[in-house]
């Protein structure tokens, strides 16, 4: 089985709300996945497993920068390196929000990846926008 992404209703919706200028966070945190990983696009935070383990608990990502993929600046990208504070089993990551209570998008892993303490496990994920009419 391929490694599997989404980017979700959810992170969609809080999209169009940055773009209306209404109440809404920005992409800004990620956080390892436990158990179960399914990389759907009805995936919602209040669904995901995070991990509660050291170093890999929701937190800011490194860095979420503006990037070009097939465009000038049509993207946004998240970067984080993970450190294990003891043993996990992670499974996948989340893209969060600023206040941690939307998923934007989230990937599974081909197969599980064992981390000990100390091991650094390092994560990329872009949000191409795409232009469209309807």
Do not use: P, R
Not at 62 to 91: L, P
Not at 105 to 116: G, I, K, M, Q, R
Request: charged share 15%; net charge negative; aromatic share 4%.
């Amino acid at each position: 089985m391929a490694q599997t992404q989404a980017t979700t209703h959810e992170g969609s919706a809080e999209t169009a709300k940055l773009l209306a200028g209404v109440a809404s966070s920005a992409v800004a945190k990620v956080v390892g996945l436990k158990t179960a990983c399914s990389a759907v696009v009805t995936a919602t935070y209040a669904a995901l497993t995070q991990c509660t383990e050291t170093g890999l608990t929701a937190v800011a990502a490194d860095s979420v920068t503006v990037v070009t993929v097939s465009q000038t600046n049509d993207a946004v990208q998240v970067d984080h390196e993970f450190t294990a504070g003891e043993a996990a089993m992670v499974k996948g990551f989340a893209v969060l929000n600023n206040d941690a209570d939307v998923c934007y998008s989230l990937c599974c892993f081909a197969a599980d990846v064992a981390l000990e303490s100390g091991d650094k496990l390092t994560v990329q994920m872009k949000h191409k926008i795409a232009a469209s009419a309807s």
